[in-house]
């Protein structure tokens, strides 16, 4: 077959002829993603198909990683932000009388996978994964997406595959229709051009199969729905589901398009899916999940930083302490198949550690997530030791010993001796002084914070700690890293709590004193949960520990950081010494049967005491707003002053840190995102009007304006856009 180059089209999609097959070739690396000049080229491409006639099908193929793995999201905040152009395109390339044909790879996702259903026939390499993941930014496929794949695979599994947002394998998109055939891609070539040469190979025998051109069309908006007909009150049961989550939109505009695609005409159906995609497009949902979802990526970078730093290699990692936090923290690193040591003080201690990471991948086992020899797998990547040295040959040591200051210093100072030069030295503390902990080693470039957060297998947050002597590789080579165990990383500069901790200290304060002036934990607990957060901080503390929480008051106090107010956090204090432990005792703000949280009139009684000895007025008017207010503003002025003093590089991460480590929702995109959408005035007037409430002139200090909140206020700025250009 000889390929004739054809005049260059708009780039990135050239228009080849190769025989009497035409061929779309997209060039838009990393991900081949529907940049408007992407879209523009497709639009060309298939002129230049229709203007020859010779020509008897269409292929379209990306070359690199994937074929086309989504639409351009930055594109959506446009003011003029129109899917017509890439809907015409594909509605033409339909309708049109000879085959087109997509070969896939990679992840055809989105707008991508939207291009592949308009072709008349889909071929696939087995590894190909497909998806509309639109969901995932609070939006609907927008590009017919949500009617073709109805059509194709039938309502129920498009409604899954819409709805959840996840991929679907090749072999089971060939067995729902999805995938008209798997194929193999040519040996010997890098996978696009193996899979470009077999495809065309391959189409040319299929057009002399069928017997003519013609027969290949086939048009996915001309088809029914497969599966036979669906249960009467299927959409109704589906829009039930749907409506338990209104927070998220999407949801049951989905289901109004599933319903559409399988009951309407395609033309009435492409009118359901742009009217709800112009809704969600609108949503305050969808904002929100994407300013997470760029600043997520923003969050990964360092500023200032050489592109080109050469970072550490990190082939084995070394954990000291293998309890809460070090058995999990082992596990990321065993999950991605990097080898790992874990130290500990005693024989006991090691094997009680080891024998819970065993527990944990045998409970993923028995949910059928994991295989059995899989578990063997990673525990075999696993190796226990009660010897410092073992630590040695590791390129990353972890420490998560108890949160003690002497005992860090101490492991620190032995990590500083046994480790090879160049290996990284980490620590797992959530509130100590990550420079003080540096210096005890010696070799304080080496060192930064890695701040997992529990159960750290499973929470996607990992908050990063630069030090004031943390070299730059360093940083870099552990925000890289944190990629390849599947987190999501964000830097904090040194302070008490870092990022998240810090701000989670002001709203533990308020709900406290509100709970000495009258309120209760489930009233406290509700109105924080009906703002989308997943847990009160009633209900966090029992779970976390209020042994945990009180210890770092406590600690806080020994090394002069809390204010000269008796009553702060007096009440987890009180309940840390009457071994009101919270879950792990039985009773902390509410006592429990099994995990159910239940009304404690124990706790009124003590919250009592303690208002009348610290002069606390009882009151009975405390509203949710009131609850909400004094808990969430002060909370987002913490993130003002974090700014302001530079511990936090940019809004977004502070973002980041909040739904990804503390449960806030996502779709009110974060506490900086959301005082925003409240409007900082209003937000400046209420912690104003608490201050005044707090009678003589708040000498602690609780509600004094942060001057970054005030300024940005006064000015009209938006807290968000703090640091940009
Ligand atoms: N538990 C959480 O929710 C959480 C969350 C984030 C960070 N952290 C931090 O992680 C660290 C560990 O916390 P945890 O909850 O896992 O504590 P833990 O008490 O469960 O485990 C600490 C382990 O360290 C071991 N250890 C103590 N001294 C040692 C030594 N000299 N050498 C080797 N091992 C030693 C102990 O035997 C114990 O198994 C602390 O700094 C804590 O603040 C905890």
């Known amino acids: 077959?000889?390929?004739?180059?054809?005049?260059?089209?708009?780039?990135?999609?050239?228009?080849?002829?190769?025989?009497?097959?035409?061929?779309?070739?997209?060039?838009?690396?990393?991900?081949?993603?529907?940049?408007?000049?992407?879209?523009?080229?497709?639009?060309?491409?298939?002129?230049?198909?229709?203007?020859?006639?010779?020509?008897?099908?269409?292929?379209?193929?990306?070359?690199?990683?994937?074929?086309?793995?989504?639409?351009?999201?930055?594109?959506?905040?446009?003011?003029?932000?129109?899917?017509?152009?890439?809907n015409s395109f594909l509605a033409r390339l339909e309708a049109g009388q000879r085959p087109v044909i997509a070969l896939l790879h990679g992840t055809p996702l989105g707008g991508g996978l939207e291009l592949a259903m308009a072709?008349?026939?889909?071929?696939?390499?087995?590894?190909?994964?497909?998806?509309?993941?639109?969901?995932?930014?609070?939006?609907?496929?927008?590009?017919?997406?949500?009617?073709?794949?109805?059509?194709?695979?039938?309502?129920?599994?498009?409604?899954?595959?819409?709805?959840?947002?996840?991929?679907?394998?090749?072999?089971?998109?060939?067995?729902?229709?999805?995938v008209d055939e798997l194929i193999v891609a040519a040996p010997g070539l890098p996978a696009a051009d193996g899979l470009l040469q077999a495809g065309l190979a391959r189409?040319?025998?299929?057009?002399?199969?069928?017997?003519?051109?013609?027969?290949?069309?086939?048009?996915?908006?001309?088809?029914?729905?497969?599966?036979?007909?669906?249960?009467?009150?299927?959409?109704?049961?589906?829009?039930?589901?749907?409506?338990?989550?209104p927070q998220y939109p999407a949801l049951a505009g989905l289901v109004r398009c599933a319903e559409a695609a399988v009951t309407l005409p395609f033309a009435q159906g492409e009118a359901v899916e742009a009217e709800v995609f112009a809704g969600v497009l609108r949503s305050g949902a969808s904002a929100s999940l994407r300013h997470l979802f760029f600043a997520e990526r923003e969050a990964a970078k360092i500023p200032g930083l050489p592109k080109d730093l050469p970072l550490r290699e990190i082939r084995r990692v070394g954990i000291v302490g293998a309890g809460t936090m070090?058995?999990?923290?082992?596990?990321?690193?065993?999950?991605?198949?990097?080898?790992?040591?874990?130290?500990?003080?005693?024989?006991?201690?090691?094997?009680?550690?080891?024998?819970?990471?065993?527990?944990?991948?045998?409970?993923?086992?028995?949910?059928?997530?994991?295989?059995?020899?899989?578990?063997?797998?990673?525990?075999?990547?696993?190796?226990?030791?009660?010897?410092f040295e073992r630590l040695s040959d590791c390129d990353l040591v972890i420490e998560a010993v108890f949160e003690n200051m002497a005992l860090k210093k101490e492991v620190a100072a032995r990590l500083g001796q046994v480790c090879r030069p160049?290996?990284?030295?980490?620590?797992?503390?959530?509130?100590?002084?990550?420079?003080?902990?540096?210096?005890?080693?010696?070799?304080?470039?080496?060192?930064?914070?890695?701040?997992?957060?529990?159960?750290?297998?499973?929470?996607?947050?990992?908050?990063?700690?630069?030090?004031?002597?943390?070299?730059?590789?360093?940083?870099?080579?552990?925000?890289?890293?944190?990629?390849?165990?599947?987190?999501?990383?964000?830097?904090?500069?040194?302070?008490?709590g870092f990022i998240g901790n810090r701000m989670a200290e002001p709203y533990m304060r308020e709900a406290e004193f509100l709970l000495m002036e009258g309120a209760t934990p489930a009233q406290i607990d509700a109105a924080i949960e009906a703002q989308g957060l997943a847990m009160g901080p009633c209900r966090m503390l029992d779970m976390a520990g209020i042994d945990v929480g009180a210890k770092t008051v406590i600690e806080l106090g020994k090394a002069g950081g809390l204010p000269d107010d008796p009553s702060y956090r007096a009440l987890c204090r009180k309940l840390f010494?009457?071994?009101?432990?919270?879950q792990k005792t039985g009773a902390g703000y509410y006592r429990y049967a099994g995990r159910t949280a239940l009304p404690d009139p124990e706790v009124e009684r003590i919250s009592a005491a303690l208002a009348a000895e610290h002069g606390v007025q009882r009151r009975s008017d405390i509203s949710a707003a009131e609850i909400v207010e004094r808990l969430l503003y002060p909370l987002i002025n913490e993130g003002a002053l974090i700014l302001?003093?530079?511990?936090?590089?940019?809004?977004?991460?502070?973002?980041?840190?909040?739904?990804?480590?503390?449960?806030?929702?996502?779709?009110?995109?974060?506490?900086?995102?959301?005082?925003?959408?409240?409007?900082?005035?209003?937000?400046?007037?209420?912690?104003?009007?608490?201050?005044?409430?707090?009678?003589?002139?708040?000498?602690?200090?609780?509600?004094?304006v942060a001057p970054l909140l005030a300024r940005c206020a006064a000015e009209g700025r938006r807290l968000s856009d703090v640091g940009r250009g």
């Open 1 to 86: 077959m000889t390929a004739t180059p054809a005049p260059a089209l708009t780039a990135p999609v050239r228009f080849e002829r190769h025989g009497l097959i035409g061929l779309l070739r997209i060039a838009n690396p990393p991900v081949n993603a529907l940049s408007p000049a992407t879209v523009a080229g497709l639009i060309a491409g298939l002129a230049a198909f229709e203007a020859a006639p010779d020509l008897q099908a269409l292929v379209i193929h990306a070359e690199g990683r994937t074929f086309v793995a989504g639409g351009d999201i930055s594109s959506f905040e446009a003011p003029d932000f129109s899917t017509v152009p890439y």
């Open 119 to 178: 072709c008349h026939r889909r071929l696939a390499v087995a590894s190909t994964r497909l998806g509309l993941p639109e969901v995932k930014l609070g939006l609907i496929p927008g590009s017919l997406g949500t009617q073709r794949l109805p059509r194709l695979v039938g309502a129920v599994l498009a409604l899954d595959l819409m709805q959840s947002g996840r991929m679907i394998a090749a072999p089971d998109a060939l067995q729902a229709g999805l």
């Open 203 to 245: 189409v040319q025998s299929l057009l002399a199969e069928a017997g003519g051109a013609a027969a290949l069309v086939r048009r996915s908006s001309a088809q029914t729905a497969p599966g036979g007909p669906l249960p009467a009150d299927f959409f109704s049961q589906a829009l039930a589901t749907a409506a338990r989550k």
């Open 326 to 387: 070090g058995g999990g923290i082992a596990m990321n690193f065993a999950n991605v198949g990097i080898p790992v040591v874990l130290v500990e003080a005693t024989p006991e201690a090691l094997d009680r550690g080891v024998a819970l990471v065993r527990a944990n991948y045998a409970a993923t086992a028995a949910k059928g997530r994991m295989s059995l020899a899989q578990v063997e797998q990673r525990m075999g990547l696993l190796q226990g030791s009660t010897d």
């Open 422 to 496: 160049g290996a990284i030295i980490a620590t797992n503390t959530s509130t100590l002084d990550v420079d003080a902990i540096a210096e005890a080693t010696g070799r304080p470039a080496d060192v930064l914070g890695t701040h997992f957060f529990s159960p750290a297998n499973v929470m996607r947050l990992l908050e990063v700690v630069r030090g004031a002597k943390t070299a730059p590789e360093v940083l870099a080579t552990v925000m890289k890293l944190a990629g390849r165990i599947h987190k999501v990383a964000a830097v904090s500069g040194v302070c008490y």
């Open 577 to 582: 010494e009457l071994g009101r432990f919270g």
């Open 644 to 704: 302001e003093e530079g511990i936090a590089y940019r809004p977004g991460d502070i973002d980041i840190i909040w739904t990804a480590g503390y449960g806030f929702p996502d779709h009110r995109g974060g506490p900086v995102f959301l005082a925003d959408a409240i409007g900082l005035p209003a937000i400046v007037e209420a912690l104003t009007r608490h201050g005044q409430r707090h009678g003589a002139g708040d000498p602690h200090g609780y509600w004094r």
